[in-house]
């Protein structure tokens, strides 16, 4: 899995770990699915980008689809 390095709430790097192995890493966070970077933020559990939460593909896509739910829009899935 991926993982972020953490340092002053900074992104410094992005490794991947055995999770049995990440222990041995202070401040690495898990990535899951994240598109993370080197130079994104972390604060509160969660990781931004210029001001944005990063987001994986699926919370985006649920994101898009609330957003045209409230503007009435009928989807394919509708």
Do not use: C
Not at 8 to 33: E, Q, S
Not at 71 to 77: I, M, S, Y
Request: hydrophobic share 40%.
């Amino acid at each position: 899995m991926r993982y972020a390095i953490i340092q002053d709430n900074i992104v410094i790097n992005i490794i991947a770990l055995r999770d049995t192995n990440a222990k041995d890493f202070p401040g690495a966070v898990a990535l899951h699915d994240r598109p993370v970077g080197i130079g994104d933020t972390y604060s509160e559990g969660k990781f931004w980008r210029d001001g944005a939460e990063v987001l994986t593909a699926q919370e985006e896509i649920e994101q898009y689809k609330a957003a045209l739910q409230t503007l009435g829009v009928v989807t394919d899935e509708d």
